[in-house]
């Protein structure tokens, strides 16, 4: 792939020489990156390099494989997220952290249809437990009707765990997207940053408020 990233399409022999591997070996990973969907074959462009009963082809880096070599954005997410943490003003800081989360909500419908079809908080959750699973997320959806806990997700991973690890407002900011997403009213009841073995996120049976979230999740946007 690093080969591929020049913007040139390589024939299995320009392969072979580079990477100084026999044919058969490219040609393996040349499939397994074709059935991943980063590299593409395409018939050679340059006349009279086929050899007699079989076609020459080149192959180049998919718009998949493409994206692959630069999508990392760790070290602008920390910038960022440092940038957010120097607003001063409480009731500025907490209102951008909370379009923050419904940002990430509205990203996660747009990325998945798993919730067109989810008609209850404790659907959509569950929906939501899928989604993150998908992107390799230890998580799982319980439910509840005692004491007015409709659904619990807990989640064995954190989704960003440089940011919790400086500032557990990102907490605060996935709890609005859990609530977004729920349509009910979220509260973060254990949290791994406070020595807890998981965080656990409970779905209340009650209609979403227009507005307040927990007091746990006010003193981490705090």
């Not at 998908?134 to 765990?161: F, N």
Request: with cysteine.
């Amino acid at each position: 792939m690093d080969l591929l990233r020049g913007g040139a399409s390589l024939s299995v022999p320009e392969l072979t020489a580079a990477m100084g591997v026999t044919a058969t070996a490219v040609r393996q990973r040349l499939q397994r990156l074709m059935k991943a969907g980063v590299v593409v074959r395409e018939p050679s462009p340059v006349e009279g390099t086929a050899s007699r009963g079989r076609p020459s082809h080149v192959y180049r880096l998919s718009e998949m494989g493409r994206r692959l070599g630069g999508d990392n954005f760790r070290d602008l997410a920390m910038v960022l997220w440092q940038e957010v943490r120097q607003i001063e003003e409480p009731s500025v800081r907490r209102g951008l952290l909370a379009r923050i989360g419904r940002s990430l909500a509205e990203a996660c419908r747009t990325r998945t249809d798993v919730f067109s079809s989810a008609s209850s908080p404790a659907e959509r959750l569950s929906s939501l437990a899928t989604a993150l699973r998908d992107r390799q997320i230890a998580c799982e959806c319980s439910h509840s009707d005692t004491d007015g806990q409709l659904a619990v997700l807990t989640t064995h991973t954190c989704p960003y765990p440089q940011l919790a690890e400086v500032d557990r407002g990102i907490c605060a900011a996935e709890r609005v997207m859990l609530e977004e997403l729920a349509e009910a009213p979220v509260r973060l009841t254990e949290c791994r940053l406070d020595g807890d073995a998981c965080c656990r996120f409970t779905v209340s049976a009650a209609s979403k408020p227009a507005a307040a979230a927990s007091q746990r999740g006010r003193q981490q946007i705090q």
